[in-house]
DNA sequence: CAGATCAGCGGGGTTCCCTC
DNA sequence: GAGGGAACCCCGCTGATCTG
């Protein structure tokens, strides 16, 4: 990989078709770091290798002027996507009723314990959550839960359409997905009233979309929805229990409280003026990708 | 009672797909 | 290629409920 200082610069090189980056620039710590574990094969890095020796002696290796970079720095250090703690390769798909009581006795232990992080492990894999919004002690559950034609009513309080939403997304293999399987893996949880007809289906996927864009408006938000790939990303996925608990008490009474104020989304024509996206060609420096089903 | 949180709603923008 | 429709996300507003 090689920076270019412009996208002009790039034409010459060669991507596959199917191109996702391997190493992702962190532009707080300005250092690049490997993201394609479980993901490389030399079938992969071979042709790129090959590409290499053949025009290496024509590539520049200037790296990017700081000034080209340092003024977005500020921006991005809060956009910076975290790679998966663990890789899982199994994709979502419709439980089976023991793949159902397995997570459901994991999600009844995680809310008998809800000021607290729970790591779910389902498929080989591992996803952690952290405490429920609100909760620093364990309480006694004398709250009524708030009414939700998706959700069963007889819950606990704290167990709301986002306290799922954000367990589901945790859930998603590599913490990446789409809506619909987020849905998938929503479908899972004993809490959600059992889903009738289609037209309950369709409002499962409607909840959910409103549930997402709550959650990625939160301060420290779980979730960024990345535009390109058409996929949410859990922003917490490599964060552990421990990192979990310390950030909730932080945030929790007596913390700091002070509400960052709601993100203002770029317009989109700015948002999506090429001349803005500057990365590396062979550089995330957003999203971590995984390969395309 | 004020503020915070959760949730629903609806208009607007973007992208994709299909048809002509 | 243009136009239309569908799907989805973006964003602000509002009301219900809870908490201190």
């Known amino acids: 990989a090689r920076h270019c200082k412009d996208n002009s ?3 010459g090189d ?11 620039y962190k532009s707080m710590l300005r250092v690049y770091q490997w993201i394609g574990a479980g993901r490389d094969s030399d079938g992969h890095l071979e042709p790129l290798a090959q590409f290499w020796l053949a025009n290496k002696s024509s590539m520049s290796s200037e790296w990017i002027e700081d000034d080209i970079l340092g003024s977005r720095l500020e921006n991005e250090e809060s956009d910076i996507i975290p790679p998966p703690r663990c890789y899982t390769s199994w994709t979502v ?6 793949e159902k009581d397995m997570y459901r006795a994991q999600e009844k232990l995680r809310y008998e314990k809800p000021h607290k992080a729970y790591t779910f492990r389902m498929h080989g ?9 609100g909760i620093y002690t364990q309480q006694t ?7 939700h034609s998706l959700l069963v009513p007889d819950r606990p309080a704290y167990v709301t359409i986002l306290s799922l939403v954000r367990d589901a997304v945790a859930r998603l293999p590599n913490g990446e997905g789409t809506r619909s399987d987020i849905c998938e893996l929503l479908k899972e ?10 037209t309950a289906e369709n409002n499962l996927n409607s909840v959910v979309s409103g549930a997402l864009d709550r959650l990625h408006y939160e301060n420290d938000p779980c979730v960024k929805y990345d535009t390109p790939r058409k996929l949410w990303i859990y922003l917490h996925r490599n964060r552990n229990e421990e990192e979990f608990e310390r950030m909730h008490h932080l945030n929790g009474p007596g913390g700091n409280k002070i509400k960052k104020p709601a993100p203002r ?14 990365g590396p060609p062979n550089v995330a420096l957003e999203p971590t990708s995984s390969p395309t089903k």
Not at 14 to 24: G, K, N, R, S, W
Not at 265 to 275: E, F, G, N, T, Y
């Open 9 to 11: 610069e790039c034409k």
């Open 14 to 24: 060669v991507q596959p078709a199917d191109f996702v980056p391997y190493i992702e």
């Open 93 to 98: 798909q419709p439980a089976t009723d023991s």
């Open 125 to 133: 894999y591992e996803s952690v959550v952290g405490p429920v919004k």
């Open 141 to 147: 559950g004398l709250n009524k839960a708030r009414g």
């Open 189 to 198: 949880s004993q809490y959600l009233a059992p889903l009738i007809n289609s």
């Open 265 to 278: 989304r770029q317009s989109r024509a700015k948002a999506k003026d090429p001349l803005n996206m500057k």
